[in-house]
Structures are given as structure tokens and as C-alpha cells.
């Protein structure tokens, strides 16, 4: 088959997004598929990524990238400190190589923000002309974003710009044979602002292979449970959009109502600053930076609890990695947070933003280590669907069925 993917981001950029993508990239290679991706130009960043061109041409056999050029945007402000927005017209290259490629179906993630830009819906007109299906992937909630990167994002202050986006929304991602999502929550939302086209299909994984306990679960519990003190995890971005500041204000109240926690902090983002001054206050928390995966690992398996706040994941890559390596998960009861834990079961799932739900709910873990040990048992059983390989079957399986569909 042949594919051509036209993606908001990419290597060298580490992101939920951008990992599992070139997981998805690396199986596809492997299983003889041909592979175009279309993603940013990183010049932009070669300050932060002077290696970035390692991630530009033929990247893996039968998987070749090119860079559309980009720029960061002056209207998102400090939001590009993780984002980079094509060109205006810089669509036009993508076209004429997705002509001359030929490919069998296009995917286009956040096909929304990016025709923005574009000043084009990417991947709709040459599908038409070339009679294959188009795909759109929902993958990010922008416009959720809007009302926290207010002070950033310079246009979503003007006034009714949100209905505008929401109606914008709804003509662009309508033009797509589908709307691909990974959570009910994400598609209940979609169909609310009357995108009619969603299919939820479980296509984002995590490498289970690596994300596991590195030791048998019993003895690796029994071997935590020396340590004398329970160490509370988050692993992910330090921006706004994770609720980092709620995040901070709930590990406060379990220091108040417990006395033998740890408070363990990785990611990068805009508000690591104001996360190394919390942790200077305190001598039971840490912040470590960003991690490269093997160590990310280690960390998952020495901890005992994974916290998050955030509130707008539309598939929660850092949770379900604590899930696959043997950790209840404490989460909102929001976005995908609501499909990946089982209340009572896998975690704990508590009202948004709600401080002393949070503080309870991991007091009770802290405190009984056999539901501690039961729902991180069943959290890693119930991940193990979730795989990269299963989800990028996945993934084929629905793009085959569009060609089908498309041809008959």
C-alpha cells in the first residue's frame, strides 16, 4: 500500500504525537508499505535541534520524509515553543508530490490548525482529483487550548473568535471521508460542534514491549514496598494545557495529609521555571527534565502511583505508559483520561480540578498496598490491547476497508 502522511509535527520534536508516529512509521517499513509524510521544516528550531536533518529524506526504507517549510508563528507567541506552523502557500510542493507519489489514501493529522496556514485544505483537493479516500485524525484539541493560552496566543482574544474556529471546524473536518478519534470523550465532542463524520478507532499504542514491569510484578511490588516512602509520578509536558499548577496544588495537600510521599516531576515546557521553584521548597520532590525512553522506563518501574491533572488529552500517551508498566493511574474524569482508567479498577477517576478528591484518592493508595498492587496489576492487563502493533493493524485494517469502499 501506499500512503501518503501529511503530519502537524514530527522528529526531531518529542511528543506523544511525534514518538508514536514513528513507531507506527518503523512497523509500516517493516510490513512493505510506502510511506510519504509531509511535516515541518525544523530550521526554525536548528538552534535546539542542529540534527534535525537526520529526520529529512529516505528515514527508513520505504519511508521517506519531506519537509514542508514553516515558520514559528508570531500570532501563537510562547505556544511555539512546541509547535511550528507551515508557510502560507508552502501547500502547493506537498500537492504536486502527492501527484507524482500516487499514493492509495492520505492521512492528514489536525488537518484544522494546519490549513490555517496552508490557506488549503491539505490532502481534500488532489484526493478528489486522484479518486482515493482522505482521512482526517483528530489528534489535539486547539481549540480547547484557545481559553488556557489566552496570554500566548494573540487571536483567540478577539472576541466570538472561538465560534468562529468551532464553525471553521466543522466545514473543514466535514470535507474528509472520515474524522479518525481515539476516545469517546474526543468524539462526543466533535459531535457536539456537529463534525458528523468521526470514527473512533483505537489506532495510538505504546510499546509494550519496552513499557512493562523489567521484573516479575510480585517481586518487583515487594521490592518498591522497601523503600519506605511512596513516590507519586508525572511524566509529560510542563505547560499550561497538563494543568501543571493543579497538579502542584495536589501533591501540596497529600503532603499535608501524608508523611511518606515523594514527588517525582519529568517533561519540558514552558513553565518548568515555576515547577523548579516549587520543588526547591520542598525536600520530598524532584525534577528531573526530559527523559530518553529507557529511562523513562525505569522511572515508571520505581514508582509506585502516576498522577496527572491534564484535562484535555485525546489519547493520555504518559498514563497509559504508567498502565503498561504496572501503575494505578490518579486522573480528571475528562477528555480520554474517562477511556483509559477504570474507575475503581485501574485508578481513580475524580472530578476536574477538584484538589481534595485528588489528595483522597491518593491517600487511600498510599495507604492500602493491596488495592495499590491490585489496580496496578489490572491497569498493566488492560493496556496490553494498546500495543503499537495491534493499533497499527488497526490503522491498515481501516485504511484498507476506505480503499475498498472508495474502489467499489
Known amino acids: ?97 502527492i501527484r507524482d507519489f ?10 484544522g490548525m494546519m490549513s490555517l496556514n496552508f490557506l488549503a485544505l491539505p490532502g481534500v483537493k488532489i484526493a478528489r482529483k486522484l479518486k482515493i479516500p482522505v482521512i482526517a485524525f483528530y489528534r489535539t484539541h486547539f481549540l480547547l487550548h484557545y481559553d488556557i493560552y489566552q496570554d500566548e496566543i494573540i487571536f483567540s482574544r478577539i472576541p466570538l473568535f472561538k465560534k468562529f474556529s ?3 471546524w466543522r466545514y473543514a473536518y466535514n470535507k474528509y471521508s472520515i474524522t479518525m478519534v481515539t476516545s469517546k470523550a474526543t468524539q462526543q465532542q466533535l459531535q457536539k460542534w456537529k463534525i458528523n463524520n468521526t470514527k473512533l478507532v483505537d489506532v495510538i499504542g505504546v510499546q509494550t514491549e519496552k513499557f512493562k514491569p523489567l521484573k516479575d510484578y510480585d517481586k518487583l511490588f515487594a521490592e518498591k514496598s522497601q523503600k519506605g516512602y511512596i513516590k507519586l509520578l508525572y511524566i509529560g509536558r510542563i505547560d499550561d494545557d497538563k494543568q501543571i499548577e493543579t497538579l502542584l496544588k495536589i501533591f501540596d495537600r497529600v503532603n499535608e495529609k501524608v508523611t511518606n510521599c515523594r514527588f517525582d516531576i519529568f517533561g519540558h515546557g514552558m513553565l518548568e521555571q515555576q ?56 486522573g480528571p474524569s475528562a477528555c480520554a483520561m474517562q477511556d483509559r482508567i477504570v474507575d475503581g479498577k485501574t485508578g481513580f477517576l475524580l472530578k476536574d480540578g477538584d484538589i481534595e478528591a485528588f489528595a483522597n484518592a491518593i491517600e487511600k493508595l498510599v495507604s492500602d498496598s493491596v488495592l495499590r498492587k491490585e489496580m496496578g496489576r489490572q491497569a498493566y492487563l488492560s493496556v496490553q490491547k494498546l500495543s503499537n502493533e495491534n493499533t497499527t493493524k488497526n490503522m491498515v485494517e481501516m485504511w484498507e476497508q476506505m480503499i475498498a469502499e472508495k474502489s467499489n
Open 1 to 97: 500500500m501506499k500512503v501518503a502522511i501529511i503530519s502537524e509535527e514530527y522528529l526531531p520534536l518529542r511528543t506523544g504525537v511525534t514518538v508514536n508516529l514513528h513507531k507506527k512509521l518503523l512497523l509500516l517499513s517493516q510490513w512493505g508499505h510506502e510511506v510519504h509524510i509531509y511535516s515541518p521544516d525544523y530550521t526554525a528550531f536548528a538552534d535546539k535541534y542542529p540534527n534535525y536533518q537526520e529526520h529529512v529524506g529516505q528515514i527508513m526504507p520505504n519511508v521517506t520524509n519531506i519537509p514542508f517549510a514553516s515558520f514559528r508563528s508570531p500570532l501563537l507567541g510562547d505556544y511555539c515553543n512546541f509547535s511550528l506552523s507551515p508557510r502560507p502557500f508552502s501547500y502547493g510542493k506537498v500537492e504536486k508530490d
Open 102 to 111: 500516487q499514493p492509495d489514501i492520505i492521512q492528514v493529522d489536525s488537518p
Open 166 to 168: 468551532i464553525a471553521y
Open 275 to 330: 515547577v523548579k521553584g516549587w520543588v526547591a521548597k520542598k525536600d520530598n520532590a524532584f525534577f528531573g527534565g526530559s527523559l530518553p525512553n529507557l529511562e523513562t522506563v525505569k522511572e515508571y518501574n520505581s514508582a509506585d502511583i502516576f498522577v496527572t491533572a491534564s484535562n484535555m488529552e485525546t489519547f493520555c500517551t504518559t498514563a497509559v505508559e504508567a498502565m503498561a508498566c504496572g501503575l494505578p493511574v490518579v
